[in-house]
Structure formats: structure tokens, C-alpha cells
């Protein structure tokens, strides 16, 4: 029996997403993104951006403009999501009626942004599936939603808990600027946001807010395109005190070393694939292996593990991959 069956009985399963969303707002940052996922493979998310990409009046021309790509050939991964315009701005619902109508069967996921509640994510999810369903698409189109407000972080646990919400992304720089001051300006960019109480506490909360519900917990942006490595760093950070399994990407540089410092380590994925073929061999009772038990609680780890691994484009052993990802 596959891991997801045997090790998620009478539990949702928790959502597995690439570890990189990538943001391109123009035409030529559009295609440019797509040129590189057929190249990269689809270890990166794109997400097109209709609230600070499009031009002022120029809305509804951005929003087809996104919908004509998603459904275009470049998009051989259908891994494109958009962000629309936030629900208190006028454009947000033509957004939703322009995307969802023309491409909505192949867009990856809608990003909302600047949400004040859980009323407000679901009755955007709300129209979401209505104009879904006038278009005669059957499946329900995931939505990711960003925290950026006290409002927002105040309700995580509720937003999170929404069936077809299933990331949320920390929106670092709205949350600081929210403060009017009172958080210092060098706790935008690191290493002051690993290190102001308040910018830690907002992050474990959106973080133990997405593991309770089964959903993903994306981190902000890192500034310093200068310097790509840095958004590596930021990202092994956010991972392993955080707990965070996606990280936001502005510049194509990026990708990669966001990529890499999710990647489980050779020694974590060969110690992963002993166990878990040791697992199955036995029917998923407990093992030992290296003198330690293991049992489902250790299974469910390292299945997680090897998803990460899989999701990063790793070449896992073939056993591996023939029993479990074929």
C-alpha cells in the first residue's frame, strides 16, 4: 500500500506544494518565469501578479493578459497561480471573472492578499467557485492566502482551517509598515526578521496554524536581489527554526538557492529510503533500523521527507521511486 494510505488514516493529507513560488509581474518577467520552469522542471511555482503588476486602468487588460499565458503552451507544468487585487480594492472581482472564466481549468491556485478575516477569504473563495462553476469547471481551484494584516494573523488558525485554502504566506513588509514604526525598519529584511519578537511570533503563529490544518507555510520575500544567496539563507532559516516549507521568490536568481536549502540533505534521503522500503517491506508494522524502532509516527517523518525531496527534483534511489512516485 502507498505511504499517503497507510499513514493519513482518518487525517486529511497534508498538502504538498513546490518549495519556491516565484512572482513575475510583466509580460516579458511572465514568459521569462515560464522559459525557466520548462527548463528547471516544475520545482518552482509561478505566480502572475495582477495587483502590483498591472498598470492603473489598465486592470482587466492584466488580467487577460494572465489568463492568455496560463492557457498558452508555454505553461507545459500547470503550475501558475495569480495573485488578484485585495477584496477591499474595486478591481478584485473582475480579476476573479476574467482569470477563472478563461483559464480557470488549468490555473495552479488565487492568491488573495491583504485579507482582514475568514469571512473575507471565503466569500472570495465563494465567487471563485461560482464563476467556476458557470464555466463548467468541475474542480475547486486552490486558494492562497497572504497574511499581512493584525486582522489576518489574528484569525490564522480559522483561514487555515478552510478546506480549499491551502497555503498561507506571511507578508513581511505590509505586517511591518502595519506597526507605523513601532517595528524598526531593519526587521524587513534579515537578520532582524528572524529576531524581533514580534516578527517571530507572527511567523510561529501562520506556521502552527498551517501544520494544525494540513496546509503550507510560505515565507516572505527577501529584498536583497543583489545578493540571491541570501534568499537561500533566508529559506534554510525559516525551514529549521520556522518550520515554513515554501519561500516567495523576486528575481530568477533566486529560485535555485531557495530550492537547494529546502532539499533534504543525501544522508537524511538515504536514511529516509531505508526506512521506508524497510516499512513497506513489512507491511508498515514497526521496524528497527540502526538499533531504533520505528513505527508509523517515524514513517509519517520521513515520508515527508522524501516528498520534500522529490518536490525539489532530487534523484531518489530507484526503489524508491518505482514504489512510491511512478
Known amino acids: 500500500m502507498h505511504p499517503s494510505e497507510v499513514l493519513f488514516q482518518g487525517e486529511a493529507i497534508p498538502v504538498q506544494l513546490p518549495v519556491c513560488d516565484h512572482y513575475a509581474g510583466s509580460e516579458k518577467l511572465m514568459r521569462k518565469s515560464l522559459a525557466l520552469q520548462q527548463a528547471l522542471g516544475p520545482v518552482f511555482d509561478i505566480t502572475f501578479d495582477c495587483e502590483d503588476g498591472a498598470a492603473v486602468g489598465l486592470e482587466r487588460e492584466h488580467a487577460a493578459l494572465c489568463a492568455q499565458l496560463i492557457n498558452s503552451a508555454e505553461n507545459a507544468h500547470n503550475r501558475v497561480g495569480v495573485r488578484i487585487h485585495d477584496p477591499a480594492h474595486p478591481s478584485w472581482r473582475e480579476d476573479v471573472e476574467i482569470l477563472v472564466e478563461a483559464a480557470g481549468?488549468?490555473?495552479?491556485?488565487v492568491v488573495v492578499p491583504k485579507v482582514t478575516d475568514v469571512v473575507e477569504v471565503a466569500r472570495v473563495t465563494d465567487h471563485v467557485n461560482h464563476v467556476a462553476r458557470s464555466a463548467g469547471i468541475a474542480r475547486h481551484i486552490p486558494i492562497h492566502v497572504l497574511i499581512e494584516t493584525h486582522a489576518a494573523l489574528e484569525?490564522?488558525?480559522?483561514?487555515?482551517?478552510?478546506?480549499q485554502v491551502e497555503c498561507l504566506s506571511f507578508g513581511l513588509m505590509d505586517?511591518?509598515?502595519?506597526?507605523?514604526?513601532?517595528i524598526p525598519g531593519d526587521a524587513m529584511r534579515s537578520p532582524g526578521q528572524f529576531q524581533h519578537p514580534l516578527i517571530r511570533r507572527a511567523m510561529l503563529e501562520i506556521s502552527a496554524a498551517c501544520h494544525r490544518h494540513g496546509k503550507v507555510p510560505s515565507h516572505n520575500v527577501s529584498t536583497d536581489v543583489q545578493n540571491p544567496e541570501r534568499a537561500g539563507e533566508d529559506a534554510l532559516r525559516a525551514r529549521t527554526e520556522f518550520g515554513y516549507l515554501r519561500k516567495w521568490s523576486i528575481h530568477p536568481a533566486q529560485i535555485e538557492p531557495i530550492v537547494a536549502a529546502f532539499r533534504p540533505s543525501d544522508s537524511e534521503i538515504g536514511a529516509a529510503s531505508q526506512i521506508l522500503l524497510a516499512a513497506h517491506e513489512n507491511n508498515w508494522a514497526p521496524i528497527r533500523h540502526d538499533g531504533q524502532l520505528h513505527d508509523?509516527?517515524?514513517y509519517r517523518y520521513y515520508w515527508s521527507l522524501?516528498?520534500?525531496?522529490?518536490?525539489?527534483?532530487?534523484?531518489?534511489?530507484?526503489p524508491v521511486t518505482e514504489l512510491f512516485f511512478d
Not at 481549468?105 to 491556485?109: G, I, L
Not at 484569525?155 to 478546506?163: G, K, T
Not at 522524501?306 to 530507484?318: D, E, I, K, N, Y
Open 296 to 298: 508509523r509516527a517515524s
Open 105 to 109: 481549468a488549468r490555473m495552479a491556485y
Open 155 to 163: 484569525q490564522a488558525f480559522d483561514i487555515a482551517s478552510l478546506v
Open 306 to 318: 522524501m516528498q520534500r525531496a522529490h518536490a525539489t527534483g532530487t534523484t531518489l534511489p530507484a
Open 175 to 182: 505586517f511591518v509598515s502595519a506597526h507605523h514604526g513601532a
